[in-house]
């Protein structure tokens, strides 16, 4: 059973820092790529970040380029997104899911909760 369990979201000002962590199970964690999604209220889950298996290329959203940086650790089965220069219009839910350019999995975790707000 597919489990992704997300954590460390919060409340922020806007120009502040908050890094999620996602811990995953229920499937090979280190053969998948990895990603980050959000959902704002009122719209839809939009993919954030993606990482392959093994590190290296990965592919942000262009509202968060040069800001969020995602990693994973393949020995702890976690995956990271570090987020600085926040801003309110990131204000979301923030999910982790396997696979690259779209979710390899229908079972999501409940998310975390990030607010950017002064």
Do not use: H
């Not at 998948?32 to 993606?50: C, D, F, H, I, T």
């Amino acid at each position: 059973q597919v489990q992704l369990v997300e954590s460390g979201g919060g409340l922020v000002q806007p120009g502040g820092s908050l890094r999620l962590s996602c811990a995953a199970s229920g499937f090979t964690f280190s053969i998948n790529a990895m990603s980050w999604y959000r959902q704002a209220p009122g719209k839809e889950r939009e993919l954030v970040a993606a990482i392959p298996s093994a590190g290296g290329w990965t592919n942000y959203a262009d509202s968060v380029k040069g800001r969020f940086t995602i990693s994973r650790d393949n020995a702890k089965n976690t995956v990271y997104l570090q987020m600085n220069s926040l801003k309110p219009e990131d204000t979301a839910v923030y999910y982790c899911n396997a696979g690259y350019r779209k979710p390899e999995y229908s079972d999501w975790g409940q998310g975390t909760q990030v607010t950017v707000s002064s």
